[in-house]
């Protein structure tokens, strides 16, 4: 009764939305909100179509830096199978024209185009620096033609390409303290409840000019005061603060670190100023009359929408998790671009590929991501395999977002990211059997000055379950593996087929050689490299993970795979995790995102992690920071995994809907996409498995649910549904469905009548 209670209240919410019959949550150039307008950090009142042209110089607002920017919008729900059959988009220079929807710069004109994303100004160039505005209306064949969508603002800047990643600027929030202590007479303790990076401003009541008082922030505690001398790069700042008679604010702003501000690093911006990760702040020495009144903290952020995503289901722990890893990409965004943590603030690509897929799970946001990615093609990282990681990024930018600018500007970058230039006459590639890798020519065809190491996990010795290096490494032949096959996707996508199928083909040859060197059939698992007797849990998980195991393998290497525990960083559990999706072991999936011993997210909540580790425990890593987004996973996975709703095609036209949720009684979620969000629940009992979806206007959901029941019936919104179950498959294919909320009921045969396939079809 709950999910159908839950069903008639999503219809009442349907026909409300009816009458809003207009594209929404409009994105220029993958910015939301482009006309929102900052200073300091803190949202005005005001947009930039509304400021004058000094509070444009004294403020921040997003960077338009494409000179043919694209457009994307939410088609308006008009009904169950709401599909846009054309869109009509015009752009303006000025307030009046936009406001009667006269495109004095651009008019598309009426397009029979489903498109709703990623779609390409058409016009002449835009000017630098110079303010626009656009508006879009659409058709669909269950409302017809709908309304023409507010008009959404944005300027340029004052540099343009005609492409150009675009970004909005970093923000601020304010945080108040979840909990206020005095630990004794001259010392007051602040607890923010959540670690963030930012500054803190304490309000302070002085008798008298030059009373010192001292404030103190740190990201870990002990015997109820700030740790003074925490683990590793965990953070503790204290500072002297010389006090003015009266009642005043004192912002403390974090100094600069020589190690995170260094060349390499990604810097905050001015109108920000440095922060420190903090979750507590002390005011000692507080005497002869000094009082505190109070403490803010200023978090830094990039825009972060909290209501995008939801997760929740019957497990206390699994929620737990969820909460953390969410929490994580939001907290680990304040430097604009994805970075590997405090300790360094450096890109990396093995961060990247994991924070881009959390940032994907729980915010429609798609700015920073392809910023991360374009900056990573301007400056890669040493390590091989993460260098191979660019096309997994560049990829998924594209499966998400639908625009494919980035793949064409950066084509040939990526043809040269893929490594082939490393292959040798076995036709795999090393790093080390020559000098290639020393070469100039090479190091100019990847941008990079440095030298290609191999690196497989990291730390090493700690997380690599022993990994044995040879010239030939398994774990970077998988990645070069899936970098090529990426490849021949980009190919077909740019319309290049002769050379997509020219790299399928070395594909498939690469394939084979790979399972012929690596695979050792006695073993059951794959080898470390040539010459090498020992299988460690990553040349199969990897080969896994990457699609290199054939199907007559799969058994085995999955048996080595979970002989092995988690003896992988929180890194490799990414791919670790998705090995086991794929092959359905949702039930061992489940285990190892809720288990509780010291190499587990269980574990970083036992150690006070508000932001996830960079390893599974200060014992494994004694230098790490407690704030990595490469520890973040699960922010992912449960989503995309778990939940199971991932894009089959660009832009979420066609999304795939297959939940592996185990042995959970209930799941509930809402995973974003550009489209709009994905609602899943999930009741999970031994008599019935029932499934409520909510798939967006404009969007395909195919539909997956696991084969609970060796027999089955399967309604549909009541009606019987045709489904079949492939041989050996773990799932129960239920066809495709468009746009609407559909309830999906699967029972064990002869507990409830069937209803005949002509009413299924009617319906």
């Not at 590929?353 to 093609?377: C, F, K, P, W």
Request: aromatic fraction near 10%.
């Amino acid at each position: 009764m709950k999910l159908v209670s839950l069903l008639c209240a999503s219809l009442l919410i349907c026909s409300a939305s009816f009458a809003q019959n207009r594209p929404a949550r409009l994105m220029t150039d993958l910015v939301t909100d482009a006309g929102a307008l900052y200073r300091d950090g803190y949202r005005l009142d005001k947009s930039v179509a509304e400021a004058s042209e000094a509070e444009l110089g004294d403020c921040r607002f997003a960077a338009i830096r494409s000179s043919r920017p694209t457009f994307g919008w939410i088609v308006p729900d008009c009904g169950r199978g709401t599909r846009q059959c054309s869109y009509r988009i015009i752009v303006a220079d000025n307030a009046a024209d936009a406001a009667a929807h006269r495109g004095n710069v651009w008019d598309s004109g009426e397009v029979r185009s489903a498109q709703s994303t990623a779609v390409v100004y058409g016009g002449g160039d835009l000017s630098p620096d110079r303010l626009y505005f656009w508006s879009v209306r659409v058709v669909t064949d269950t409302g017809g033609r709908s309304e023409w969508s507010a008009a959404e603002p944005f300027r340029t800047s004052p540099q343009l390409s005609e492409y150009a990643p675009s970004y909005r600027p970093q923000i601020c929030e304010r945080d108040s303290a979840v909990a206020v202590k005095r630990l004794d007479s001259s010392t007051v303790f602040f607890d923010f409840g959540r670690a963030s990076f930012g500054s803190v401003e304490v309000t302070l009541q002085s008798p008298r000019d030059g009373d010192t008082v001292y404030v103190a922030i740190g990201e870990a505690v002990r015997d109820g005061r700030i740790d003074t001398r925490p683990p590793g790069t965990v953070r503790y700042y204290r500072y002297p603060l010389v006090l003015k008679a009266g009642r005043h604010a004192y912002r403390v702003i974090p100094d600069h670190d020589r190690r995170n501000t260094g060349p390499q690093a990604v810097l905050m911006p001015d109108h920000i100023g440095e922060v420190a990760p903090f979750r507590y702040c002390q005011v000692e020495n507080c005497r002869g009359g000094v009082e505190v009144a109070g403490a803010v903290r200023h978090t830094a952020v990039y825009p972060f929408d909290e209501a995008a995503a939801r997760f929740s289901s019957d497990d206390p722990t699994l929620n737990a998790v969820w909460d953390l890893c969410k929490y994580s990409i939001k907290a680990t965004s304040a430097l604009g671009i994805y970075i590997d943590g405090d300790r360094e603030r450096i890109p990396y690509e093995a961060d990247a590929v994991i924070n881009q897929l959390g940032h994907y799970a729980v915010d429609r946001e798609y700015a920073m991501a392809r910023r991360s990615s374009e900056y990573l093609l301007a400056h890669p990282t040493w390590p091989t395999e993460w260098i191979l990681q660019a096309l997994i990024i560049a990829w998924n930018d594209y499966m998400y977002t639908g625009d494919a600018r980035s793949i064409e500007a950066n084509f040939d970058l990526l043809r040269a990211r893929t490594l082939g230039v490393l292959r040798r006459d076995n036709g795999l590639i090393s790093t080390t059997v020559d000098k290639t890798v020393e070469s100039d020519a090479f190091r100019r065809s990847i941008n990079f000055g440095g030298t290609v190491r191999d690196i497989v996990d990291w730390p090493r010795g700690s997380e690599d379950d022993g990994f044995v290096f040879s010239d030939y490494n398994c774990v970077v032949n998988a990645f070069h593996y899936r970098a090529m096959r990426i490849l021949a996707r980009m190919a077909d996508v740019l319309g290049r087929r002769d050379e997509a199928l020219e790299i399928d083909a070395e594909c498939d040859r690469f394939r084979d050689i790979f399972n012929d060197v690596f695979f050792d059939p006695d073993a059951g698992a794959y080898r470390d490299g040539i010459g090498v007797d020992h299988h460690s849990m990553h040349a199969s998980l990897f080969a896994a993970a990457l699609g290199l195991v054939p199907d007559e393998h799969r058994g085995a290497v999955l048996d080595h795979i979970r002989s092995r525990d988690m003896a992988c960083s929180v890194y490799a559990a990414q791919f670790l995790l998705d090995a086991l999706y794929d092959a359905g072991d949702g039930d061992y999936a489940l285990h190892m995102l809720t288990k509780r011993d010291k190499r587990s997210w269980y574990n970083m909540l036992a150690c006070g992690a508000t932001i996830t580790f960079e390893a599974w425990d200060d014992s494994f890593k004694p230098n790490q920071d407690w704030n990595h987004a490469w520890g973040a996973a699960p922010a992912n996975i449960i989503p995309r995994r778990l939940v199971g709703v991932e894009p089959l095609t660009p832009a979420c036209e066609v999304i795939s809907v297959r939940p592996q949720v185990s042995s959970l009684r209930h799941v509930a979620a809402v995973v974003p996409t550009v489209r709009g969000g994905v609602e899943v629940e999930i009741d999970n009992t031994p008599d019935s498995y029932r499934m409520r979806v909510v798939v967006p206007p404009n969007t395909v959901a195919r539909i997956s649910l696991p084969a609970v029941f060796e027999r089955f019936t399967l309604e549909c919104n009541g009606a019987f549904r045709r489904a079949r179950r492939g041989r050996g498959s773990a799932f129960v294919d239920a066809g495709e469905v468009p746009s609407g909320e559909y309830l999906f009921e699967m029972r064990p045969s002869g507990r409830v009548s069937v209803r005949s396939a002509v009413a299924a079809d009617a319906r």
